[in-house]
């Protein structure tokens, strides 16, 4: 496979709003981001991906874009932008930024236009429909709940959003609005940019027939995932973008892939493909569903990170994460916040972060973060929350068993300011922080790790120096080792005469395996996350260990 800079790339996700405010009005902005540079640049970073900071109503904290050329007044102007980005490649770094254009915000010129008139010449660039018998156009449930379908009185037809309703889906079979994002695609490359994560992009094509989807629960509106997600012809919109943009630029893509699985990964990243670099795919995520249970079993996890990986050797490159803007804290869901936080919180470091692949960190997660505590409706920002809250109300459900559903998947969770320091508000801010701090700050945060040898944020520097001084953590092929042991999730990388094992005790048990299944007597122990290796054989409650076997 060719070598690329991203692939040995570690890569840090920002949420503007919730990372650094600068000018103490509270929110988070472009300014606080530069002031970071530094502490990233010391942790090892080489890639930061900012989710949106374009102009936006925030109906969706920023993914309802108005205007993809400006900056969001609250987290200052393109004059920040162009410093900001000046500043990360000025250490070395480089800045992706998020590609939203599966819809745009209601107020975007664009759709002002598309909804002023039937005959608009932008009408076509979203979705308009009739009703049918005075009711929506079909029976679709959108992703925030409710119908994907809103009805405009202006010129009585509804338009279609996927997601929230002032989040109107762009129409990307209309060739004319597909010129003019690839026109708003270069102009940020040509500043300078060094690519894209692409928001949503498995929503972008959707069944041409605007079917009813089926509805043995005679619901009002059904899941309509099957209508639109990774939907038959979807990579014909990505071969066009990429023929027409990305292939002409030296720059990485990251799609958003809900829906895809490891047996067609390769059609989207496959070197040859010239298509996307990586994608985020959705597999592990699920397990964030209810239905999944608390803390998925390491036989699951083994499943769906061995078929990636095995999917993908010697044809792709994978995106490795386990958190980010839309999930909870990982060692809240994963973990045991309770009586190992800080084990668990490096030993799931470990685990995800060595397998090949780029590794994704998200803020606070290299300080084991961990999800907040909500009492009220109140208590939460999150628009697709609110619409969980009004659906789950209405069914019935009490106060207490919405929050403690919230609690485990909602995706506030991740949004809490960063937690910098010891000082008020956790140092995110001298104003009043426009959502929550932790309550925990005074004994997670990034001061206090800076100090402590054996941190979470220490550990996560160890990983980050260890991967990029050895070619087998980035290139070397992955194999799943003790396949059956209930508690361990254990691999090995190989390349070229060089081999590494990564060990991790995914449990608060400890965990034993026998030595001929996986010998270690002349191995090194390179990293860990206990003091020292008590017993060769055993790993206490989520130890972690890397071993160089060779
Ligand atoms: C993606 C984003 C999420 C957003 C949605 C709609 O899933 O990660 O935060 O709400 O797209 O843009
Ligand atoms: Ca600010």
Same mark, same amino acid.
């Given at each position: 496979?060719?070598?690329?800079?991203?692939?040995?790339?570690?890569?840090?996700?920002?949420?503007?709003?919730?990372?650094?405010?600068?000018?103490?009005?509270?929110?988070?902005?472009?300014?606080?981001?530069?002031?970071?540079?530094?502490?990233?640049?010391?942790?090892?970073?080489?890639?930061?991906?900012?989710?949106?900071?374009?102009?936006?109503?925030?109906?969706?904290?920023?993914?309802?874009?108005?205007?993809?050329?400006?900056?969001?007044?609250?987290?200052?102007?393109?004059?920040?932008?162009?410093?900001?980005?000046?500043?990360?490649?000025?250490?070395?770094?480089?800045?992706?930024?998020?590609?939203?254009?599966?819809?745009?915000?209601?107020?975007?010129?664009?759709?002002?236009?598309?909804?002023?008139?039937?005959?608009?010449?932008?009408?076509?660039?979203?979705?308009?429909?009739?009703?049918?018998?005075?009711?929506?156009?079909?029976?679709?449930?959108?992703?925030?709940?409710?119908?994907?379908?809103?009805?405009?009185?202006?010129?009585?037809?509804?338009?279609?959003?996927?997601?929230?309703?002032?989040?109107?889906?762009?129409?990307?079979?209309?060739?004319?609005?597909?010129?003019?994002?690839?026109?708003?695609?270069?102009?940020?490359?040509?500043?300078?940019?060094?690519?894209?994560?692409?928001?949503?992009?498995?929503?972008?094509?959707?069944?041409?027939?605007?079917?009813?989807?089926?509805?043995?629960?005679?619901?009002?509106?059904?899941?309509?995932?099957?209508?639109?997600?990774?939907?038959?012809?979807?990579?014909?919109?990505?071969?066009?973008?990429?023929?027409?943009?990305?292939?002409?630029?030296?720059?990485?893509?990251?799609?958003?892939?809900?829906?895809?699985?490891?047996?067609?990964?390769?059609?989207?990243?496959?070197?040859?493909?010239?298509?996307?670099?990586?994608?985020?795919?959705?597999?592990?995520?699920?397990?964030?569903?209810?239905?999944?249970?608390?803390?998925?079993?390491?036989?699951?996890?083994?499943?769906?990170?061995?078929?990636?990986?095995?999917?993908?050797?010697?044809?792709?490159?994978?995106?490795?994460?386990?958190?980010?803007?839309?999930?909870?804290?990982?060692?809240?869901?994963?973990?045991?916040?309770?009586?190992?936080?800080?084990?668990?919180?490096?030993?799931?470091?470990?685990?995800?972060?060595?397998?090949?692949?780029?590794?994704?960190?998200?803020?606070?997660?290299?300080?084991?973060?961990?999800?907040?505590?909500?009492?009220?409706?109140?208590?939460? &920002?999150?628009? !697709? %929350?609110? @619409?969980?809250? $009004?659906?789950?109300?209405?069914?019935? +459900?009490?106060?207490?068993?919405? =929050?403690?559903?919230?609690?485990?998947?909602?995706?506030?969770?991740?949004?809490?300011?960063?937690?910098?320091?010891?000082?008020?508000?956790?140092?995110?801010?001298?104003?009043?922080?426009?959502?929550?701090?932790?309550?925990?700050?005074?004994?997670?945060?990034?001061?206090?790790?800076?100090? &402590?040898?054996? !941190? %979470?944020? @220490?550990?996560? $520097?160890?990983?980050?120096?260890?991967? +990029?001084?050895?070619?087998?953590? =980035?290139?070397?092929?992955?194999?799943?080792?003790?396949?059956?042991?209930?508690?361990?999730?254990?691999?090995?990388?190989?390349?070229?005469?060089?081999?590494?094992?990564?060990?991790?005790?995914?449990?608060?048990?400890?965990?034993?395996?026998?030595?001929?299944?996986?010998?270690?007597?002349?191995?090194?122990?390179?990293?860990? @996350?206990?003091?020292?290796?008590?017993?060769?054989?055993?790993?206490?409650?989520?130890?972690?260990?890397?071993?160089?076997?060779?």
């Amino acid at each position: 496979m060719e070598k690329k800079w991203w692939k040995e790339a570690v890569a840090y996700q920002i949420y503007p709003r919730s990372f650094k405010d600068s000018n103490s009005d509270g929110i988070g902005d472009l300014n606080g981001i530069t002031e970071k540079l530094d502490y990233l640049k010391d942790l090892g970073i080489d890639l930061i991906w900012i989710c949106p900071m374009y102009k936006s109503p925030n109906d969706d904290n920023g993914y309802d874009i108005s205007d993809y050329q400006e900056i969001m007044a609250e987290f200052g102007t393109m004059a920040d932008f162009d410093r900001l980005l000046q500043q990360v490649h000025e250490r070395g770094m480089r800045l992706i930024i998020d590609l939203v254009v599966n819809h745009t915000s209601d107020e975007h010129p664009w759709f002002l236009e598309s909804r002023s008139s039937r005959d608009n010449p932008k009408r076509d660039w979203y979705t308009w429909r009739d009703g049918k018998e005075g009711a929506e156009p079909n029976n679709w449930e959108g992703i925030f709940k409710g119908s994907t379908w809103e009805f405009d009185p202006q010129t009585e037809q509804y338009y279609l959003h996927l997601f929230t309703r002032r989040q109107p889906d762009l129409n990307w079979e209309n060739k004319e609005m597909r010129a003019a994002v690839y026109d708003m695609m270069r102009w940020w490359l040509d500043k300078g940019i060094d690519g894209f994560r692409i928001d949503a992009i498995a929503h972008l094509k959707k069944e041409p027939l605007f079917a009813n989807v089926p509805n043995p629960d005679k619901l009002r509106y059904a899941p309509s995932m099957k209508s639109h997600l990774n939907y038959d012809g979807l990579l014909e919109y990505v071969d066009d973008m990429s023929r027409n943009v990305l292939k002409n630029y030296d720059i990485v893509t990251v799609g958003e892939m809900n829906g895809l699985f490891a047996d067609h990964a390769e059609e989207w990243v496959g070197e040859h493909r010239g298509r996307l670099n990586m994608v985020f795919q959705f597999e592990h995520v699920r397990l964030w569903e209810p239905e999944a249970g608390l803390r998925p079993e390491p036989a699951v996890l083994k499943k769906i990170f061995t078929a990636w990986q095995e999917a993908l050797e010697g044809k792709g490159w994978n995106a490795l994460y386990v958190e980010n803007h839309d999930l909870t804290r990982i060692t809240s869901r994963w973990g045991d916040t309770e009586h190992h936080w800080r084990e668990s919180a490096t030993c799931i470091a470990a685990l995800y972060f060595l397998m090949q692949g780029t590794p994704f960190i998200y803020q606070g997660q290299e300080i084991g973060m961990t999800n907040t505590r909500f009492e009220s409706l109140d208590d939460f &920002d999150d628009v !697709s %929350v609110k @619409n969980i809250w $009004r659906e789950m109300e209405a069914q019935g +459900k009490s106060e207490a068993e919405i =929050i403690a559903f919230l609690t485990h998947t909602g995706r506030d969770n991740s949004r809490t300011p960063m937690q910098w320091n010891s000082w008020p508000n956790a140092g995110f801010s001298d104003g009043t922080p426009w959502f929550k701090v932790n309550t925990n700050f005074e004994m997670i945060n990034v001061a206090i790790q800076q100090q &402590d040898p054996d !941190s %979470v944020l @220490n550990f996560y $520097r160890s990983l980050i120096q260890l991967r +990029k001084q050895q070619r087998a953590l =980035i290139d070397g092929r992955y194999v799943l080792e003790l396949p059956d042991h209930p508690q361990i999730y254990a691999y090995r990388r190989v390349l070229e005469g060089m081999e590494f094992v990564v060990l991790c005790n995914m449990s608060s048990k400890s965990a034993r395996w026998r030595g001929e299944q996986l010998p270690l007597e002349w191995a090194e122990c390179v990293l860990g @996350n206990y003091p020292k290796v008590d017993e060769i054989y055993r790993l206490h409650p989520w130890e972690t260990r890397v071993y160089k076997i060779s």
